[in-house]
Structures are given as structure tokens and as C-alpha cells.
């Protein structure tokens, strides 16, 4: 089971920036997808970002593509995801998923049953 542990929410202003980690104890073999999802209350988890540990493909949700960036320490096992340009929109608990499956094409799922492993999440509030 892969475990993922999770940092780097807070609190900013309309505008502000964070950065979010996602470190994992491990990588299961060829299971390779990673990426970052958000929920609000009464609404279905959404991908936000996904990355692809083999070929280092990202895919980023058209809600923030321009202002969020999906990345990853390979060395570490840990994923980020550096937000800019915050809005209120953006607002919402950030979960990390991991153990996913590489799609056709080399692309990483951006639907939450493609993943076997999540973080406890993270919470992102942003005020205007």
C-alpha cells in the first residue's frame, strides 16, 4: 500500500501563491500517475493536475492551466504543485493521488478512479 503524506496549505489572499508537496513511500511497478485533485463540499472530487513518473507527461485541468504548475522531485518520491494567481474558485480541500495507471496515449488519468492511493488532504482557502 502506498502511503502519501501531504503539505503546504494555508490561507492567502486572491492573487497569492502556494505550494503543495506530496511525498510517497513508495512507487508500485507500472503504476506510475500521480497528481493532484480538489473537492468542495456537496461536489464531486475534480483533477486539478496529473503527472506521469516514466515520461515526465503532465496534463493540467483548463480551470488553471496558465496558473498552476505540476511537477516532481523523482529522487524523493514527491510531488508538487505550485499554485499562482490564486482565486477564490480555487478554494477547496487538495488531495495528492498516487498509483495510478498510465492511460493510452502515455497520459495520466484526470478521474479519481484511475488512482489507488491518496493523502489525507489539504486544505487551500482563498479570500478576496
Known amino acids: 500500500q502506498v502511503q502519501l503524506v501531504e503539505s503546504g496549505g494555508g490561507s492567502v489572499q486572491a492573487g497569492g501563491s502556494l505550494k503543495l508537496s506530496c511525498t510517497a513511500s513508495?512507487?508500485?511497478?507500472?503504476?506510475?500517475?500521480m497528481g493532484w485533485f480538489r473537492q468542495t463540499p456537496g461536489r464531486e472530487r475534480e483533477g486539478v493536475a496529473v503527472?506521469?513518473?516514466?515520461?515526465?507527461?503532465?496534463y493540467v485541468a483548463e480551470s488553471v492551466k496558465g496558473r498552476f504548475t505540476i511537477s516532481e522531485d523523482h529522487l524523493k518520491n514527491t510531488l508538487y504543485l505550485q499554485m499562482n494567481s490564486l482565486k477564490p474558485e480555487d478554494t477547496a480541500n487538495y488531495y495528492c493521488a498516487a498509483d495510478g495507471r498510465i492511460e493510452n496515449g502515455g497520459m495520466c488519468a484526470l478521474f479519481p478512479d484511475a488512482y489507488n492511493a491518496w493523502g489525507q488532504g489539504t486544505r487551500v482557502t482563498v479570500s478576496s
Open positions: 503527472f506521469n513518473r516514466i515520461s515526465s507527461k503532465t
Open positions: 513508495r512507487v508500485t511497478y507500472g503504476r506510475y500517475c
